[in-house]
C-alpha cells in the first residue's frame, strides 16, 4: 500500500517475528528508555534550533551541514533532517506513551509552521534569521556549489523535490490526527491546498511552486515548472493524498488522486523507447534539466513508475494500470547491460529515446565558472556524483506483474484505501524506519550495541559522511587546474559536499534516527 503503511507493516513483522523470547541477558526496559531519553534530550536541547535540525554537526558546534553548509539559523527538510525527527519522536511517543516525545514533535511542528510556503510547501531548508540571510546563502555558499545546481538560485517558493514538502506535510498530519489538536488543522490544510493548486489538468506535478521560470542554465530552459517524475515526485504526491483521503475522509481528494495515477499512463513513451523520463516539457516531450540531467528516459524512472502502476492495479483492479507494463519491463530487459559493471548495476541510467543508446554524462572544469557538464555515448570517465549505471531487476517486475495477472481483483482490492470503510481508516503507528530501519535479525545484540554506544556526552557519535570547502569569499578561478572529471568537488572554491577522509567524528542525526529505531521497535515488542 502506501510507503507508510508498508514500512508499518515490515515492523510489525520484524516485532512479531523475533524468534525465542529474550533470555535473561537482554537488555532491560528501564535502561533501554532511559537511553532513548538521554539521547533525545540532547538532541532537543543541544542540537536543535527552534525545534528544527541539520543532517551533520561538528561537536563543537564550529560547522555544520544539510545537504550542504548551513547557518545556525539554518534548518533542513529534507530526510534525514527536521520531518525526519518529527516523525521520529512520534514513533517514540507511540512505542513508550512518553509525553516527552510528543512536546520533542510539538517543537518540529512549531519550526515547519513558522517555514512553511505562503502557498503551503516547503523549500529545502528554512532560515529564521529572515528572507535576507536566506538570499545571501544562496548568493555566496549555494551560487558557488558547481554539482549542486538546485541550490544556485533563490527562487523563494516551495519545491516537492527529495519529499521536502510532502513529509513535512505527512508529519504534520500525523501529528494533527494523534490528539486532533486545531493548532495543527491549519498548516495540514495548507498543505493539502499546496498539492492540489500546483496539480496540473493533466495530473502532473512541478518540481517547484508557485511556477517560476526565471533560472535557466548552460542555455537549457528552466526545469523546475516541467511535470516531474524525478525523486518520485508524482508518486509521493498521490500517496500523501491517498493518506489524508484515508484519515480526513475528504472525497475532493479522490478526483486529484486519479488524474496523478493517469499521468503514469500519459507520459509513457510509445515504441521503440516504451519507458518514462525524469520529467517532461509541457507537450509531454521529454526534457533535460540540470545540466548533467540530458534529455532522455531514465531506467531507474522506469523500473520504479513500473511498481507504481502495479500498485495502482492492486488499489483499483483497473487492467489499464497494467496494460502496457509488459512493454516498458521488454525495454528494460533490451537497454540493459552487455554484463553488470563492477558495482553489480545491471542498466544505463539514461537512454537516448527513438535509439535506445545509453547516454553517458562527463564533465571538465574546477567549479562554477569554468566546469562545464556533456553528454555522449562513450562510458569511460563518467561523473562520479551521479551513478551512470543503476542495478534493476526487469524479471522480479515481471514476475510480480504476472502474480498480480492472475490474481483475483476483487481479492486484491478488498484492502484498498478507496474502499476499505468510504476512505476513513487511521495512519501507522511507526513512520521513522525509512531513515534508518534496524536490521531483522538479533534485535537484542542491536540494543546492546546502541545502549553502550551512547557518550558520555549523550549522542551517538559518527563519522562524519561529506565536508565541504567554507566559503572564503575568493573569485573562482576562470580558468581550469586539475582533474574534477570523476570527483564530487571542484577546486577550493566550490562548495559543493564531498567524502570527509579525514574520519572527523560528528553529531549525525541519521545515527541518532538509526539508534533510536532500534530501541523504538525493541520497546514496541514489550508494549
Known amino acids: 500500500m502506501l510507503r507508510a503503511r508498508f514500512l508499518s ?128 546563502w544562496y548568493a555566496t555558499i549555494g551560487k558557488n556549489a558547481w554539482r549542486l545546481e538546485e541550490f ?59 511556477i517560476s521560470q526565471e533560472f535557466s542554465k548552460k542555455g537549457l530552459a528552466d526545469y523546475s515548472s516541467y511535470y516531474t517524475f524525478n525523486d518520485d515526485v508524482a508518486w509521493e504526491n498521490v500517496s500523501f493524498l491517498v493518506q489524508c483521503y484515508q484519515v480526513l475522509g475528504d472525497r475532493r481528494l479522490l478526483d486529484p488522486i486519479m488524474r496523478g495515477m493517469n499521468f503514469f499512463l500519459l507520459s509513457q513513451q510509445g515504441q521503440p523507447s516504451p519507458g518514462w523520463a525524469l520529467q517532461y516539457t509541457l507537450d509531454l516531450k521529454p526534457a533535460a534539466a540540470r545540466t548533467y540531467e540530458p534529455l532522455a528516459l531514465a531506467t531507474h524512472t522506469t523500473a520504479s513508475n513500473i511498481d507504481h502502476l502495479l500498485k495502482f492495479y492492486e488499489w483499483t483492479g483497473d487492467t489499464r494500470w497494467l496494460a502496457r507494463v509488459p512493454e516498458a519491463i521488454g525495454w528494460l530487459e533490451k537497454v540493459r547491460l552487455a554484463k553488470p559493471d563492477a558495482g553489480g548495476r ?62 483475483d481483483a476483487k481479492k486484491l482490492t478488498q484492502a484498498s484505501p478507496f474502499v476499505a470503510g468510504e476512505g476513513v481508516g487511521e495512519l501507522p503507528r511507526f513512520f521513522a524506519a525509512s531513515y534508518a530501519p534496524p536490521k531483522a535479525e538479533d534485535l537484542d545484540g542491536q540494543v546492546g550495541a546502541s545502549l553502550a554506544s551512547l557518550n558520555t556526552a549523550g549522542f551517538w557519535p559518527a563519522p562524519l559522511p561529506q565536508t565541504s570547502h567554507p566559503f572564503k569569499g575568493a573569485t573562482p578561478p576562470a580558468k581550469a587546474t586539475g582533474d574534477f572529471a570523476g570527483t564530487h568537488v571542484g577546486d577550493e572554491t566550490d562548495t559543493s559536499p564531498f567524502t570527509d577522509t579525514a574520519k572527523t567524528i560528528a553529531i549525525s542525526t541519521q545515527e541518532y534516527l538509526r539508534n533510536m529505531n532500534i530501541l523504538i521497535r525493541w520497546r514496541a515488542e514489550q508494549r
Open 152 to 210: 544556485q538560485h533563490y527562487y523563494g517558493n516551495a519545491t516537492f523535490d527529495d519529499q521536502t514538502t510532502t513529509d513535512a506535510a505527512t508529519f504534520l498530519l500525523r501529528l494533527y490526527v494523534e490528539k486532533l489538536d486545531s493548532r495543527y488543522k491549519a498548516p495540514v490544510d495548507r498543505a493539502i491546498q499546496f498539492v492540489l493548486d500546483s496539480q496540473y489538468p493533466i495530473g502532473a506535478w512541478p518540481q517547484r511552486f508557485p
Open 346 to 407: 545491471t542498466h544505463p541510467t539514461f537512454i537516448e529515446p527513438g535509439t535506445n543508446r545509453a547516454l553517458y554524462v562527463h564533465r571538465r572544469g574546477s567549479n562554477i565558472v569554468n566546469g562545464e557538464y556533456y553528454t555522449d555515448y562513450e562510458p569511460a570517465r563518467p561523473i562520479g556524483h551521479y551513478s551512470s549505471t543503476r542495478k534493476l531487476d526487469p524479471a522480479a517486475l515481471r514476475a510480480k506483474y504476472e502474480k498480480l495477472e492472475a490474481a
Open 9 to 136: 507493516a515490515l515492523l510489525l513483522a520484524g516485532v512479531s517475528g523475533l524468534g525465542p523470547a529474550q533470555s535473561a541477558a537482554a537488555p532491560g526496559r528501564a535502561e533501554v528508555e532511559a537511553t532513548m531519553r538521554r539521547a533525545t534530550e540532547f538532541m532537543v536541547d543541544k542540537v536543535s534550533y527552534r525545534g528544527g535540525y541539520l543532517w551533520n554537526y561538528l561537536p563543537d558546534m564550529s560547522r555544520r551541514w544539510g545537504e550542504m553548509e548551513a547557518r545556525e539559523t539554518q534548518i533542513w527538510l529534507q530526510p534525514p533532517g527536521t520531518s525526519s525527527m518529527g516523525h521520529l519522536f512520534l514513533d517514540a511517543y507511540h512505542a513508550t506513551g512518553d509525553e516527552y516525545y510528543y512536546r520533542a514533535a510539538e517543537g518540529v511542528a512549531s519550526a515547519l509552521t513558522w517555514g512553511q510556503h505562503p502557498s503551503g510547501g516547503w523549500n529545502y531548508f528554512i532560515d529564521f534569521a529572515g528572507d535576507r540571510s536566506l538570499r545571501d
